[in-house]
């Protein structure tokens, strides 16, 4: 009897427990999937070829950037960009273009780059083929000086390419310290190059992480013609 017992509560174990999970679980909020190059529902339209309302200057000033064809373009020496809006953990979607006549070697040509909470750089290069010869993680799809690509997924100088990212910020104790670093995650033009990278601090600084909260996404005037367009973000 006592055999069959225990059998017979092995046997109704995984539904009683899957039981309570179900329960538990939430119905997901639903979101409807853009088309072409449209965003998501819940995602914010950072920019959509028509204005720079959604930004401004690094210095809180008015955008002095080249808004042209449905893209913006970086103008040599006017300062880098930055959302007004601050975001933590996002999913961003951002198109970037080298322009066809491309000059200049190594970290000169087609120079840009990409910060998440204006800390952490995701380099923007001409690296198509490898053929711009730099160190490996300062080319195309590295997190600058931290991480280079998995694999060289660009395209050539001229023609539009995708960085789509999934990052979560860090978490800071309340004395400063980092309590959960950021991670990120990259696919350029579909392809991933970046697999949940664990970012070792902020870029440019060799004391790894700063306490920060929310803060903008910031784009990087390096002297260069990089151009930009359709960027939306979705906080996670």
Same mark, same amino acid.
């Given at each position: 009897?006592?055999?069959?017992?225990?059998?017979?509560?092995?046997?109704?174990?995984?539904?009683?427990?899957?039981?309570?999970?179900? &329960?538990?679980?939430?119905?997901?909020?639903?979101?409807?999937?853009?088309?072409?190059?449209?965003?998501?529902?819940?995602?914010?339209?950072?920019?959509?070829?028509? /204005?720079?309302?959604?930004?401004?200057?690094?210095?809180?000033g008015e955008v002095k950037?080249?808004?042209?064809?449905?893209?913006?373009?970086?103008?040599?020496?006017?300062?880098?960009?930055?959302?007004?809006?601050?975001?933590?953990?996002?999913?961003?979607?951002?198109?970037?273009?080298?322009?066809?006549?491309?000059?200049?070697?190594?970290?000169?040509?087609?120079?840009?780059?990409?910060?998440?909470?204006?800390?952490?750089?995701?380099?923007?290069?001409?690296?198509?083929?490898?053929?711009?010869?730099?160190?490996?993680?300062?080319?195309?799809?590295?997190i600058y000086t931290q991480?280079?690509?998995?694999?060289?997924?660009?395209?050539?100088?001229?023609?539009?390419?995708?960085?789509?990212?999934?990052?979560?910020?860090?978490?800071?104790?309340? /004395?400063?310290?980092?309590?959960?670093?950021?991670?990120?995650?990259?696919f350029q033009n579909g392809?991933?190059?970046?697999?949940?990278?664990?970012?070792?601090?902020?870029?440019?600084?060799?004391?790894?992480? &700063?306490?920060?909260?929310?803060?903008?996404?910031?784009?990087?005037?390096?002297?260069?013609?990089?151009?930009?367009?359709?960027?939306?973000?979705?906080?996670?």
């Amino acid at each position: 009897m006592k055999r069959v017992t225990f059998v017979y509560l092995l046997m109704c174990l995984p539904v009683m427990v899957f039981g309570q999970t179900k &329960k538990t679980l939430a119905e997901p909020q639903v979101v409807t999937p853009g088309t072409g190059a449209s965003a998501p529902s819940d995602a914010i339209v950072l920019f959509d070829g028509k /204005d720079f309302s959604q930004w401004e200057s690094g210095n809180g000033g008015e955008v002095k950037w080249k808004l042209n064809d449905g893209a913006m373009t970086v103008v040599e020496s006017t300062g880098s960009i930055q959302t007004k809006k601050s975001f933590g953990n996002c999913q961003l979607h951002i198109e970037w273009r080298i322009p066809e006549k491309v000059t200049g070697e190594g970290q000169n040509r087609g120079n840009s780059g990409i910060f998440l909470q204006k800390q952490y750089e995701i380099q923007v290069l001409d690296s198509y083929n490898n053929l711009n010869k730099t160190y490996i993680d300062g080319r195309a799809g590295s997190i600058y000086t931290q991480s280079a690509p998995l694999v060289n997924a660009c395209r050539k100088a001229g023609e539009w390419q995708t960085y789509d990212v999934v990052y979560m910020a860090p978490r800071f104790n309340a /004395d400063g310290k980092v309590e959960i670093p950021a991670r990120i995650t990259v696919f350029q033009n579909g392809v991933l190059i970046q697999n949940n990278f664990v970012i070792e601090g902020t870029t440019y600084s060799k004391e790894g992480y &700063k306490p920060h909260y929310n803060a903008p996404l910031e784009l990087q005037d390096h002297g260069n013609p990089v151009s930009f367009r359709n960027i939306w973000i979705r906080e996670l």
